[in-house]
């Protein structure tokens, strides 16, 4: 299963979900029915997932975009049960049970009266039965596998009753790579699909990051000493200063916490953010980086010349994650798809569309 929510991880849900299916996928697993929906205009017919939360009331938009649910409550079971009779077919569930996360799923104790409540339930087809891990990104494995045993023992026992369903899933990106014994019917793979690994984890074989953010110089300048540069005059120049103005800013995913202390990729080398970031726009220092001019490519993640600057780098300097800071990308931000190295599809500010092979 490729996850492709939150946008696919920032990269373009769409564009996403072409390339993973021509590489093998065989399902996807959304956030919301809108995520869903947005696979399923652009004309995916795959098995899609809906992985969290899903109101009663989007029983009806469930089966007409043919998604199956996680299901967690009789309250959206009986609104999917009649929303599988009004139309004439079932809908299809994956019962989600809370092994140690705390957040989400029915109870491993509650499990087996809510899965012989869903079997009696007309037009329910309970599809699959699945967790999630909490730690499986961590050094210490003792909590997933607590999960893992919990999970094996409750599969046991609806077994023993008839009732386990036909696809069993626990593991995401970090569990794929950290427990190869328990991917069962379906690995849930991440943000591992983008060539970014879940974690620090020991073992884990070669990443290639599909996403490489750029900019272009949108002006040069050089600034005197004791000029200063942004919102709050937060950089002042000690020195004559080349500053490169680049046309990205909080608005785009460059989070302002970058600001003074982010860096980017100009000739190869890198370049500090001066001054605050701001909506639209930030700067970057570039004396002595060479002959730097106007709509010259700057790279914000991924390598230019002998150097590279990771999502996961960045994100420690805003003390966060590699899934925050690609995420955080806004849609206004243009996805240029390439194969081969050449561009193939573009996705822009919510639209999606393909290269004709003239262009290519």
Same mark, same amino acid.
């Given at each position: ?8 991880? +920032? ?6 979900? =072409?390339? /993973? ?30 992985? +969290?939360? #899903?109101?009663?009331?989007?029983? !009806? ?17 009986? /609104?999917? /049960? ?5 139309? %004439? ?7 989600? #049970? *809370?092994? %140690?996360?705390?957040?989400? +799923?029915?109870?491993?104790? =509650? ?14 087809? #309970? ?9 499986? *990104? =961590? ?8 999960? &893992? ?9 609806? !077994? ?6 036909? #696809? ?9 790579? /950290? ?31 599909? &996403? ?10 050089? &600034? ?20 490169? &103005?680049?046309?990205? %800013? ?29 909506? *639209? ?8 980086? %060479? !002959?730097?001019?106007?709509?010259? =490519? ?42 081969? +190295? ?19």
């Amino acid at each position: 299963m490729a996850v492709v929510k939150a946008n696919a991880y +920032g990269h373009g849900i769409v564009g996403v979900a =072409e390339a /993973a299916l021509a590489g093998g996928a065989a399902c996807f697993g959304v956030a919301c029915v809108d995520e869903g929906a947005q696979l399923r205009s652009a004309g995916i017919d795959a098995p899609i997932l809906v992985l +969290g939360y #899903v109101p009663h009331w989007e029983a !009806d938009r469930v089966l007409r975009l043919d998604l199956a649910v996680a299901l967690t409550t009789t309250q959206l079971a009986l /609104a999917l /049960a009649r929303a599988a009779a009004e139309m %004439g077919r079932p809908a299809r569930v994956h019962v989600k #049970v *809370d092994t %140690g996360m705390g957040r989400y +799923g029915v109870l491993p104790e =509650e499990a087996l009266d809510f899965m012989r409540a869903c079997h009696a339930t007309p037009g329910l087809d #309970v599809e699959g039965i699945f967790t999630h891990l909490a730690t499986a *990104d =961590e050094p210490d494995p003792t909590h997933a596998e607590r999960q &893992l045993r919990r999970f094996d023992a409750l599969c046991g026992v609806l !077994d023993t009753h008839g009732l386990l369903p036909r #696809v069993r899933h626990a593991v995401n990106s970090a569990g794929t790579f /950290a427990f190869p014994d328990h991917h069962y019917d379906v690995a849930r793979c991440g943000i591992a699909v983008y060539g970014v690994p879940p974690a620090d984890m020991p073992g884990l074989p070669p990443l290639r990051p599909a &996403l490489n953010l750029k900019a272009r110089v949108a002006r040069l300048r050089t &600034l005197p000493a004791g000029s200063c540069v942004g919102y709050g005059c937060t950089f002042v120049a000690r020195r004559p200063t080349d500053v490169a &103005l680049i046309p990205i %800013g909080y608005a785009d995913g460059l989070s302002r916490s970058l600001s003074n202390r982010g860096w980017a990729l100009v000739n190869g080398r890198r370049a500090p953010i001066v001054g605050r970031v701001s909506m *639209d726009q930030a700067t970057l220092d570039v004396t002595g980086l %060479g !002959d730097v001019r106007q709509d010259d =490519e700057v790279t914000l993640i991924g390598a230019q010349g002998g150097d590279e600057i990771t999502a996961t780098e960045m994100a420690t300097w805003r003390d966060t994650i590699a899934y925050e800071v690609l995420t955080g990308l806004h849609v206004r931000v243009p996805r240029v798809y390439l194969r081969c +190295g050449r561009p193939v599809a573009v996705a822009e500010n919510g639209e999606y569309w393909t290269l004709p092979p003239e262009r290519y």
